[in-house]
């Protein structure tokens, strides 16, 4: 009886220690085997009107009573500038009650010591009010993005763009007493070798 007693006793004993052996720590996974992480994402080209209404609201820390007068696109290194978008945006804002003009980029990737990643902001500069050939606008007049003024441009230039397929493209958004609000001025390769279209910025419509 007491051999009995005694197995029984052994059988509990290692049954508790193999049951602690099972949940004790893991071994640790070998080298190379941990989960790869995603390498960051390559910056890319944006359009237009995002960015210009996160530079705006930046710039009505500035002064409230802003308007805008111009936005323009440029490039950064390794950015694809392509369909309507950009890897640089550049506002002017003006304030009437400051006669003041301030300018606002926005750049996809940084560009040395001279443009940071986001929002730049420059220094304050005089502004004399508004001319025949630069008035300033609001809001609610720019409602056609850059992407589809290019689509709108592109249909109208697809003639010329055949014979120039590698020419550049630069937008420039703005106000004249040219049109009754402001338009997109969209031109490929030169002013003295290229070809402008004009695109109403509230309708999408080539006005020119």
Known sequence: MGTKVLFAALSVATAIFMSSCSTGPQPSPKAGTEAKQEPPKAPEAV??????FEM??????????L???TLKSGEVPNVKNEGGKAGLWTAVFVSPSRHEARTFSYAAAANGADLRKGINVSDKQ?????TPASKAFVNAEFSVDSDAAYAAAAEKASGWLKTHPAAKVTF??????????PVWYIMWGTSKNGYVAYVDAATGTVVK
């Open 47 to 52: 359009a237009a009107r995002s960015v210009y």
């Open 56 to 65: 705006h609201k930046a710039a009505r820390a500035w002064a409230p009573d």
């Open 67 to 69: 308007l805008a007068l």
């Open 126 to 130: 005089a502004w004399n009010g508004a």
């Open 172 to 181: 420039t958004l703005g106000n004249s007493s040219r049109f009754p609000g």
